[in-house]
């Protein structure tokens, strides 16, 4: 039954077909089972932590922009947390997105409250083999220091 298949094969096989939920159980499916288990088990332990940072001198004032890495292939990334702050000046608008195909997916869109105080946002967004966060700040002073710190979990696609 699982002769000349992969793991992943086999894998996606159960995952994606309902009807093999409803067969009776037998030795076969039984061992089928436990190797698609210990499969998914195997995938989930190699969950590891994910961090972005970057700064900068601001030197559009307009609208200043600062990229995490995009998320390579064979990679999966959950983002949990972004942090973005200007330590010199209260921008206008701080913009936090994900960049995903040349389209921003909008996570926060907001004002920071003081100088040196961060906008930030939290929750969970899958990121896919291309994206990366992407953070904008609105209406800089020429040289001010901007940052922003990202964090949250990678899996092996």
Not at 67 to 86: C, E, G, I, W, Y
Request: one cysteine or more; glycine letters at 6%.
């Amino acid at each position: 039954m699982a002769e000349g298949k992969t793991v992943e094969e086999l894998t996606r096989e159960w995952q994606v077909v309902s009807d093999k939920f409803k067969s009776i159980l037998n030795s076969d499916i039984e061992r089928l089972l436990r190797i698609v288990a210990d499969a998914l088990t195997i995938k989930m332990n190699n969950i590891m932590p994910w961090y972005a940072t970057g700064n900068m001198k601001a030197v559009n004032t307009t609208e200043e922009t600062l990229f995490s890495q995009k998320v390579r292939p064979d990679q999966m990334v959950v983002l949990t947390h972004v942090s973005a702050m200007n330590e010199d000046h209260a921008n206008t608008t701080t913009r936090i997105a994900v960049e995903r195909g040349g389209t921003n997916l909008m996570l926060n869109r907001d004002v920071q409250s003081a100088v040196n105080i961060s906008v930030d946002w939290d929750g969970q967004v899958l990121m896919a083999e291309g994206d990366r966060v992407k953070v904008s700040f609105f209406g800089c002073t020429s040289a001010d220091d901007i940052e922003i710190s990202c964090s949250g979990y990678e899996i092996k696609a």
